[in-house]
Nanobody, 130 residues
Framework: QVQLVDAGGGMVQTGDSLRLSCAAS????????MGWFRQAPGKEREFVAA??????????TDSVKGRFTISRDNAQNTVTVYLQMNSLKPEDTAIYYC?????????????????????WGQGTQVTVSS
């Protein structure tokens, strides 16, 4: 069983920074691809960033490239995934979800879709005011 706990959200102003974290536990979670998604009110959940099991490969949606950085720390049976968010904009306002995909590498497009992930955190709210 894999469990994910998101944290680090809050209310900030345009241009500020936040760092989200996700504590993932489970026997094989250190071999999983990890991702961050977000969902704004009235919108579908969208991909933000993903990282392969070793942290050597990452992907970002275009709107956050150069501003957000995903990283991970692997330990036995646990993984901590971070999303460093800089230069935040009001359009970044959403609930952010950590997700785990039982594949090790970022191959193909399934790692960019919510349907490609089997495990989800509870979400953490990020609000950016202008």
């Amino acid at each position: 069983q894999v469990q994910l706990v998101d944290a680090g959200g809050g209310m900030v102003q345009t241009g500020d920074s936040l760092r989200l974290s996700c504590a993932a536990s489970g026997r094989t979670v250190s071999s999983f691809t990890m991702g961050w998604f977000r969902q704004a009110p009235g919108k579908e959940r969208e991909f933000v960033a993903a990282i392969d099991w070793r942290g050597s490969s990452t992907r970002y949606t275009d709107s956050v490239k150069g501003r957000f950085t995903i990283s991970r720390d692997n330990a036995q049976n646990t993984v901590t995934v971070y999303l460093q968010m800089n230069s935040l904009k009001p359009e970044d306002t959403a609930i952010y979800y950590c997700a785990a995909r039982p594949r090790s590498f970022l191959i193909g497009t399934n790692s960019l879709r919510p349907s490609g992930y089997d495990y989800w955190g509870q979400g953490t709210q990020v609000t950016v005011s202008s």
